[in-house]
Every structure is written in structure tokens, then in C-alpha cells.
């Protein structure tokens, strides 16, 4: 860490003016720009900036996330949280201007599109047009000012030759305008680093060193930005560490905008692909040269030799592309041999299906492969010869049906498990043998045509196996046979055992394989070995990324004529028909087209080792730890240590390629809870007194909270912020709401010395500081939402600082109730214990709760509402702005001790959930055995919909009084929710319904009754 990298002249700083400023993301932070920025990071799937490594690393952090909390923990507060938050936003490029300029470069506005949405005086010096069919005349069209519907008055408009990008962004800016949202607008957009860095900037830089002239700032760049303010902070350029650093994204994000990074992973595996984001996908252009060259020569000369082999080539030069296998079995009723596959369709776009002939003379099945072939011979093809679990097949107009199970020969073992009789495969094993239960077949081959071989569309087409191809199977067999042992020694193929595990136990139990080559068939180890040859740490990156597209466990897509990645989830599924990428689709997805984001010049350290053993301190540790995590890390990575653990080249010699099971942080039971403190003390003990964490967690429910603030209180660190991201996602695989939220914890050291604290006393405190703390947030969200029409902050965002509030005084202490916090943290729990910090927490959303009360609805009636009551008119008034995500209803319905919030939700998918309708609750919603069928709102949606029946109001209101036994008490919170509906229902004539049944209300009021 010794290499001079500074980046600006940095005299007129003043090393550590800044010491103990506060950082601005513990008083502000636009949490759902944010959000929405990382999902569409996120959405980018294979576009994203460090997938081109491997998209089998899971859960990386969206970038843009990491920059937000790098930034947000290096800028100062300087008093004025309006203009800070200002500036931190045109940093982020989420400000008027930087919104224009990211859609611009999208071109998401046509001239026409401006035209319809803005007011202008002088289109024509803008625009021009041709008149395709309009009733007006050249001169008419001339004196238009604008909005108008370009389409509907004929004429079509197009950008002026003349006009500048600057005349452009004006325009820009205007359309924007008239977007409503934030969202709205961002959608149209490219993401922040998908646009020329230089350009984006240019007008922020001048406005960031005007607000932080006071301090000596004066930067034209991130690199120099970041530079400037760790010399004011902590004498020098800020170091960011990460010790779970995974897929890399926190160190190479921080590096991008100038820190110099620390990154520790305990697997090897991890520390590999960060390793790749800072020097491949970070590499200076002139690197990236020669890495694709490099790459290039690699690929030449492995396809030299496979084709010298003659074994992917047929006859007539046409070159295989894919090949397709399934497993064969020998039916205990008839005796056949019975091809084995989920759906016989080949390819979806192109009607390609494989039909099984029976050959009664061997008792088999032909396959026959074709093309073309009618939408109901598709929809027979779809249904194979595996369903529900059973082989079934239909022979001379009689359906057999076997369970796999049965063919497998499951049995229950002495301790509960099930065992099987598949044979157990030995290390010279690559393929099944005669007598085995589960054998394997070629059935079809995607050939390229010998025409298109060097075109870059080529073309190709499915094909029966013929005899030639069959030779050419056994030839790729015996080179395998020949070598395989060689080859292994040499480090070229993977000669090591599966261990058994969560993830591991499948393919052992599925197919008998207990070696990790095992999961790759002849013709893939063959093309492997030759791959491997070539150790340089660039093509470890990529070989690895291709072991997870090229495997005999990559499920064939037939819509994308292509096999999935393995790691397309996070299991070792088998499959019982599968494909394999031949040379050129292999080699299509292995190294090219990777990103490239040249890093500054900071000092990188990556080092492979448990948390606890940190060998350098940071300022800032941001991290991402394995928080009951469903993602076996440890096993998901065996399947690439076997592959690379022989010889690996320089830096990586210097890892441990060893999953090192025992030392892996999972679960979230004791031993979990020691890791994690042993890991976050340490950390804390590597970091100044002004340093800061940044911890990132996934919002279960509130156990989770009182855990990670056990955690980090025990290891000696205090909660300043906390702010809650949505990172969800709705996925085909998880129907229905999937729903996932990021805590990101803000964490100081705790000062020296004792402080004890008694719960009595702690939660007056609480209260108080709650209060302070969303009333400070409210005031800044009156203010700029006067100023922008959109507020800063939501309620999500409230009442997560209200937690933070609440935290903050708790984690000041050292010890509780007599307790001391590390012991409180460690000590094992018993099942359902309610412990100090959930009560805390509790308090802390019930004091965020009541003073979020929903506009409309007196402070009093909500003060005696119950959750459930309380969910629904929030739900309903955040539904008046539009609101539809999940996790928004998730959360309240966990703040407001909701049991069951499903019942009272229409829909609940990530991104479009709502209500039910007042008109959509059936009777059996509004029972008393529902959570809120007794309440005084499940008695007025009952008596609504009675009213929207015709009901006489007069018998509704009867019904009420017999109803409700405190009737006369509770009428005035009735009218108030009543007024409430009337106002915030989404259909007209619930409103109506509302407003005569409140008024009905009232009058008895009047009338005295
Ligand atoms: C949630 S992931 C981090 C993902 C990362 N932030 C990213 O963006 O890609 C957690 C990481 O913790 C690592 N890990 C688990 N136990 C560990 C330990 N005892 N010491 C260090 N790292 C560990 C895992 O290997 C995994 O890479």
C-alpha cells in the first residue's frame, strides 16, 4: 500500500478539520431514490457491471447502493440539511440536471414527446418538421408554440440539425418537469455509471466546491472528491474495508469513486471474482487490450486442437453447437429401455420436438428429431416422459407409470433419512456404466451450418444422432478414459470428493456422484482440460465463470435454444435431460463482452481470510455479512474449488483454496451470534475513533433486529442511523410477492468507558428521542417538499429512523438491567424470549407510529385504533399517492403487530399490491373471527357495503348501535374514519356511501337520540 497515487494538489486542506463533523447520511439520505436506482440496477441482470465475471456469486450489492453509503458516510453535515442533501443528490446524479442528462443519453424523449408534454413559446428553433398529413399550412404549423400532439395534427417532427446538446438538455429538463415522480422520471433514464462520467459531472463540481468552499474543497472528480474529504476526516485517503467481500462490489464500487480498498473473504472463490472486479473489470483500457487478447489467443488455440480432434465436426463440416443427453432407464414392468426427459420439445421458436419410435425388435426407443412441426405436436411434445415425479410412457395404447422413487430404490435409513440404491460413482467414473439404474443417451445435436461457420449470424438447425455421430461420442469417451487420471494429477480436471452438505447431498442422492467431475459429462471434460491448460489469474476468472454455463447439472432452455447457468438458483439440481455448450457457444459466453470501468488509481489490497483475522484497519468498514443466509457460500464454492484449487497462479497461491466449512458464518443460532461479535469486535478494534460502519442486512422481522444490535453493541459499537432500502424482486420462481428489504445499519465505536442502563430508564429516553428524531425528518420533508412537490423522506423511511433513534440511546449503553452487553449478546435464547432490545424496538415503532398519523384522520381516533384498524387507513391513504410496493405493507403490517395482513390485501404482488377494496371484502373477511371483522372499521366496511346494497342508512345505523356495545362513545371516531374514507377511498361510490353514512352519523348528534 506504499504506491503514490495522489490524486490532487491538497494543500489548502486542513488534515482532519473534520475529525468529528458527523457524516451526512446520519441525518439524510433519499432512501427511495436510492431504492429505485438499485432495482433497476438490478433488473439490468447480465447488464450489470460485474456479472460479466459470473452471475453465480449470489447477492451482490447493487453499485449504486455502495456509492450512495461511501459518499454519504465521507460528506460532512454542515448545518444545513437541505443543501446537503442538495448536493449529495446532484452527486448521485439524481438531481434535476442529472436526470436530464442520463435521459438524454437513453434519447428516452422524442421530439415529439416534448412537444405533447411541454410549454413552449419557439419550437422551430428546436425542432423541425415535415408535414405528413395535416390540415395546416407551413405557415400555421410555424406559429405553434407547443404542447401539441405531433401524431394527431400530421406532421412529424425531428430534432434541428443546428441545435446543440445544450439546447437539448433545456429541453430535457422542461419535459422532465412535468413527470410526477421521481420514479417516473429515473425510468426514462440510464443508471448514473452507464454514462460518460466527465460529461455527467461537469456542472456538478462547481456547485460542490461553492458549498464546501469553507473547507479548502475544490475537486472536478470523485477520485479527488473522496481524496480531499478522508484528508479532512482522517489525515489521509480514505480506506474503505470490506471482510465479506463476496462478489467484490463494495471494494470495487468504493475504489471506482477513489477510496483505496481493503477486501477479505474467507472463501477463495470470493476473493477470485474481487480480485476480477478491481483488475478486469477495473482494468486500465490499455490492460483490457491485452486481456482480451490474451483471452483470444486462449481461444484459438483450444479450438485448434478440438477441431484437430475431429469430434465436434460431422461430415459435411457443419460444427455441433449444442448436444442434448438424457438419462435412460430400464422400466421394471415391461423391461424396455425408456428415454428419460421432463418434455421432448427442443426448441420452443422453432417447433423443434424429439419423438420416441418404439423398437419392438429391442425393446427401445428411436429418437427421432424433428423440425417444424404443428402447435398440437407441441403441446403432446411438452408432456415427457417424467411426470409428477414418476417415469410414464405409453407403449401399444397402455400408459406405465413408475415413481422414480421406486426406480431409484429409496429406503428409510435406522436415523430417518432416505437412502437409495443408485450406485455410488468411483473417481475413475465420467460416465453410467451398462448395469446402472440410471443410464445416459445422446438424443439430438444443434448443428451450426458450414455455410455460417464464419459469419457472425450463424445459422443452425436439430438433428438426429446418427451412427457417425455415435462414433464420434465414443471417441470423445476414450480420450476421457485414456487421460482422465493424467489430467488429474495435472491439475486439469477435478479429482476431488463432494462432501456431503445442504446443497451437496443432491447430486449424490439424485445420480450417485460423489466426485465433483462427476457433474460433467466426456465431452465437457474433454474441452475443460484443454481450457485449463491456460492458468494465467484472467483465465481462472473465466474458466470458472464457464464451469457454471457448461455443466451436466445447465438445464436445457428450449425457448433460448440454450442451457441455463447452474447457478441460475442457489441448489445443485439435477436434471434428466440436459445440454452441453460445444467450442463456440462455450466460448461465446466465457470472456467476452465484459464491462470495463477503468478504476483510479488507489491503493488495493484483497487478502483471503477468516473476518476475525484482519491483518490492516480501515476508516470505514462497509460490509454485507452471511446473515441467515439462505446461500450455502462454503458449498456453492466447492463445485469451483475442485477445479482450481491445484495450481493456482500468483496472487491467488497465496489463498487457502479450501471452503473451510467449520470457520463459515451461517445460520443464525448461537454459534452465529459468537462469529459474528468476533468479527465486528475486530473491525471495530481496526478502525479509528472517528472511523464509521456501514452494515447491511436483510429486514425479516424484528428477531433479526434485536440479534445484529446484540451483535454490534457487544462488539463494542453504537448505532448513529438507519435506513431501509427496497431491493425487491418478483421473480417467475417465487410466485407471488417476494419480498426483500435492506436494513443498512449506521455504527460508530461506543466511547470509552461504563455507562449502565435500567429499562425504566431507557425508555423515556427512547420516546424522547424518537420524537426528536421524525419531527427533525418531518420538518426537512415540509421543507423540501415545498420546494420540489416531493417529500424526502416516506414513512418507511420515518419510522426506520425512529428504530435508529431508539437503538442509538440503547447502544450507548454498556450495560442493561445489570447485564452486560456482550454476555446479553452471546447468551443462547430460548425459544420466543422477548429480550430488552425487542421490547426497545417495539416501543420505538409504537412511538414512530403515533406520530405518523395519517393526513385526515384526527390525532385522537388514531391513538385508539388497533393495528390492524391503523394498517388499513395507512395502507389506504399511502395508496392516494400512488404507492403499490409489497414490502411497504409488509412492514407496517409488522410495525402495527398485524397478524395476518394477507386477509385484508387484493393483491400482493412486489410491485402492484394493494388493499381490498371496501366492496371486494366478502362476509367471511368480516367475521369475528377475523382480525378485522370486530373492530369499529370492519363494522363500518360492513355497514358501507350495506348502504352501497341500498340498505336504508337508518337500518345501517341501527345495525351499528346494536353492534357496538360503546356505540354512543365511539361515534365521534366513527364520523372521524368515516370522513377519512370519504376522502381517501379510491372508488366514487364508496366515497359517496361514506359521506351519507357519516352524515347520518352526525345527525343523530343533532337530533340528540
Ligand atoms: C452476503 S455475502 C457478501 C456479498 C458481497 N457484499 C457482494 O456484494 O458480493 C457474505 C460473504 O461472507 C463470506 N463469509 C462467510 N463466513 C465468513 C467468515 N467467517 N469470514 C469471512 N467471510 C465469510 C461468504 O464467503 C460470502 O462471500
Known amino acids: 500500500m506504499t504506491e503514490d497515487t495522489t490524486q490532487t494538489n491538497t494543500m489548502a486542506l486542513t488534515p482532519f478539520a473534520l475529525k468529528d463533523a458527523p457524516a451526512l447520511i446520519e441525518a439524510v439520505f433519499p432512501a427511495q431514490k436510492v431504492s429505485f436506482e438499485a432495482q433497476k440496477e438490478r433488473k439490468a441482470n447480465l447488464g450489470q457491471t460485474l456479472t460479466g465475471l459470473g452471475s453465480y456469486w449470489k447477492g451482490r450489492k447493487p453499485l449504486i447502493l455502495v456509492r450512495a453509503i461511501v459518499l454519504g458516510s465521507l460528506l460532512p453535515q454542515t448545518g444545513d440539511a437541505e443543501a446537503d442533501l442538495a448536493i449529495f443528490e446532484k452527486l448521485m446524479a439524481f438531481d434535476d440536471e442529472g436526470l436530464a442528462r442520463r435521459a438524454l443519453v437513453q434519447g428516452a424523449l422524442k421530439p415529439k414527446d416534448i412537444a405533447a408534454r411541454t410549454e413552449l413559446n419557439n419550437p422551430w428553433d428546436y425542432f423541425s418538421y415535415t408535414i405528413k398529413n395535416s390540415r395546416f399550412t407551413a405557415e400555421q404549423i410555424e406559429s405553434w408554440c407547443c404542447p401539441f400532439d405531433a401524431d394527431k395534427e400530421g406532421v412529424t417532427l425531428r430534432w434541428r440539425r443546428d441545435i446543440e446538446e445544450r439546447d437539448k438538455l433545456v429541453l430535457y429538463r422542461k419535459a422532465l418537469a412535468t413527470f410526477a415522480s421521481y420514479e417516473e422520471k429515473a425510468a426514462l433514464c440510464k443508471r448514473p455509471e452507464e454514462v460518460d462520467q466527465d460529461w455527467l459531472y461537469a456542472p456538478v463540481w462547481p456547485a460542490v466546491n461553492r458549498h464546501y468552499a469553507h473547507l479548502g474543497i475544490e475537486a472536478h472528480s470523485f477520485p479527488e472528491l473522496i481524496e480531499q474529504l478522508g484528508i479532512l476526516r482522517y489525515g489521509h485517503r480514505p480506506r474503505v474495508g470490506d471482510t465479506f467481500c463476496g462478489g467484490g462490489s463494495i471494494p470495487f464500487e468504493s475504489a471506482r469513486i477513489g477510496c483505496d480498498v481493503y477486501a477479505s473473504d474467507l472463501n477463495p472463490i470470493a476473493c477470485m471474482l474481487t480480485w476480477g472486479a478491481l483488475n478486469i473489470i477495473g482494468a486500465s483500457p490499455e490492460r483490457r487490450a491485452e486481456i482480451e487478447q490474451a483471452q483470444r489467443e486462449v481461444a484459438e488455440a483450444v479450438d485448434k486442437e478440438i477441431t484437430a480432434l475431429g469430434i465436434e465436426h460431422d461430415e459435411h463440416g457443419n460444427r455441433a453447437k449444442a448436444y442434448l443427453y438424457c438419462l435412460e432407464t430400464r422400466c421394471p414392468e415391461t423391461g424396455w429401455m425408456v428415454p428419460m426427459s421432463p418434455s421432448w420439445v427442443i426448441s420452443k421458436s422453432r417447433n423443434v420436438i424429439a419423438k420416441l419410435i418404439p423398437d419392438q425388435e429391442n425393446e427401445r426407443f428411436n429418437i427421432e428429431v424433428v423440425s417444424g412441426v404443428s402447435k398440437e405436436e407441441m403441446q403432446a411434445a411438452e408432456k415427457g416422459t417424467v411426470q409428477d415425479g414418476a417415469l410414464v410412457y405409453e407403449l401399444d395404447g397402455k400408459v406405465y407409470r413408475t415413481p422414480i422413487k421406486t426406480l431409484r430404490g429409496d429406503y428409510r435409513l435406522p436415523d430417518g433419512t432416505t437412502g437409495n440404491r443408485l450406485r455410488r460413482w468411483e473417481k475413475h467414473d465420467f460416465k453410467p456404466r451398462p448395469d446402472d439404474i440410471f443410464r445416459e443417451r445422446l438424443y439430438a445435436i444443434q448443428w451450426i451450418k458450414k455455410e455460417t461457420l464464419d459469419k457472425s449470424r450463424q445459422e443452425t438447425f436439430f438433428a438426429s444422432v446418427t451412427e457417425a455421430d455415435l462414433e464420434r461420442e465414443r471417441k470423445v469417451e476414450q480420450i476421457v478414459a485414456d487421460n482422465l487420471t493424467r489430467w488429474q494429477e495435472e491439475g486439469l480436471l477435478p479429482d476431488m470428493e463432494i462432501e456431503p452438505g445442504y446443497n451437496t447431498d443432491q447430486p449424490i442422492r439424485e445420480r450417485g456422484w460423489t466426485y465433483w467431475h462427476h457433474l460433467f459429462n466426456a465431452r465437457q471434460l474433454l474441452l475443460f482440460s484443454r481450457y485449463f491448460q491456460y492458468s494465467t489469474p484472467e483465465d481462472y476468472v473465466f474458466n470458472a465463470k ?77 460490509t454485507d455479512p452471511p446473515y441467515a443466509d439462505a446461500v450455502h457460500y462454503h458449498e456453492i464454492t466447492e463445485f469451483f474449488i475442485a477445479w482450481l484449487r491445484k495450481h493456482p497462479p500468483k496472487p491467488f497461491d497465496e489463498w487457502t483454496w479450501d471452503s473451510r466449512r467449520a470457520l463459515a458464518i451461517k445460520g443464525s443460532g448461537d454459534d452465529f451470534r459468537r462469529g459474528m461479535v468476533d468479527a465486528y469486535r475486530a473491525m471495530a478494534e481496526h478502525m479509528p475513533d472517528n472511523g464509521m460502519q456501514c452494515v447491511m442486512f436483510t429486514h425479516q422481522d424484528t428477531g433479526v433486529w434485536s440479534d445484529m444490535v446484540g451483535i454490534f453493541w457487544a462488539a463494542g459499537l453504537q448505532v448513529v442511523a438507519a435506513w431501509y432500502i427496497a431491493t425487491e424482486t418478483t421473480s417467475e420462481l417465487k410466485k407471488g410477492g417476494y419480498v426483500q428489504g435492506t436494513v443498512i445499519l449506521m455504527l460508530r465505536k461506543r466511547p470509552a468507558g461504563e455507562r449502565a442502563g435500567f429499562k425504566q430508564r431507557i425508555l423515556p429516553a427512547v420516546r424522547a428521542e424518537v420524537k426528536r428524531q421524525i419531527e427533525t425528518m418531518m420538518h426537512l420533508n415540509d421543507e423540501v417538499k415545498d420546494k420540489h412537490g416531493e417529500p424526502v423522506f416516506n414513512d418507511s423511511d420515518l419510522q426506520m429512523a425512529g428504530y435508529a433513534a431508539a437503538l442509538k440511546v440503547l447502544t450507548a449503553y454498556t450495560t442493561i438491567g445489570g447485564e452486560d452487553v456482550t454476555r446479553f449478546a452471546l447468551r443462547p435464547r430460548a425459544k420466543g424470549e422477548v429480550t430488552v432490545v425487542d421490547e426497545i424496538v417495539q416501543q420505538a415503532a409504537e412511538a414512530a407510529n403515533s406520530l405518523l398519523v395519517p393526513e385526515g384522520l384526527g390525532a385522537e381516533t388514531w391513538a385508539r385504533l388497533s393495528g390492524i384498524q391503523r394498517f388499513y387507513l395507512r395502507m389506504m391513504d399511502m395508496e392516494t399517492t400512488g404507492a403499490s410496493k409489497l414490502d411497504n405493507y409488509q412492514n407496517f403490517a409488522k410495525a402495527f403487530r398485524v397478524q395476518d395482513y394477507a386477509r385484508v390485501m387484493a393483491d400482493m404482488k412486489a410491485n402492484a399490491a394493494r388493499l381490498k377494496r371496501v366492496t371486494e371484502f366478502t362476509s367471511r373477511d368480516l367475521t369475528d373471527s377475523t382480525e378485522i371483522g370486530p373492530t369499529w372499521l370492519g363494522h363500518l366496511i360492513i355497514g358501507l357495503q350495506q348502504v352501497l346494497a341500498e340498505v336504508e342508512p337508518q337500518a345501517v345505523i341501527q345495525q351499528l348501535q346494536q353492534n357496538l356495545p360503546d356505540f354512543m362513545e365511539v361515534r365521534p371516531l366513527l364520523i372521524d374514519m368515516l370522513s377519512f374514507m370519504e376522502r381517501k377511498a379510491p372508488e366514487t361510490t364508496v366515497r359517496e356511501a361514506a359521506e351519507v353514512l357519516g352524515a347520518r352519523l352526525k345527525n343523530l348528534r343533532a337530533l340528540g337520540q
Not at 547 to 571: C, G, P, S
Request: include cysteine; proline fraction near 3%.
Open 546 to 622: 464457464s464451469l457454471d454455463w457448461n455443466a451436466r447439472i445447465a438445464n436445457w432452455m428450449n425457448h433460448w435454444e440454450k442451457t441455463n447457468n447452474v447457478f441460475y438458483n442457489q441448489a445443485l439440481n439435477t436434471f434428466y435431460n440436459y445440454g452441453i455448450r460445444c467450442f463456440v457457444s462455450h466460448e461465446a459466453g466465457r470472456s467476452f463482452g465484459f464491462a470495463n470501468s477503468p478504476l483510479p488509481k488507489v491503493a488495493k489490497y484483497i487478502s483471503c481470510h477468516d473476518a476475525t483475522a484482519l491483518e490492516a484497519s480501515s476508516d470505514l468498514w462497509v
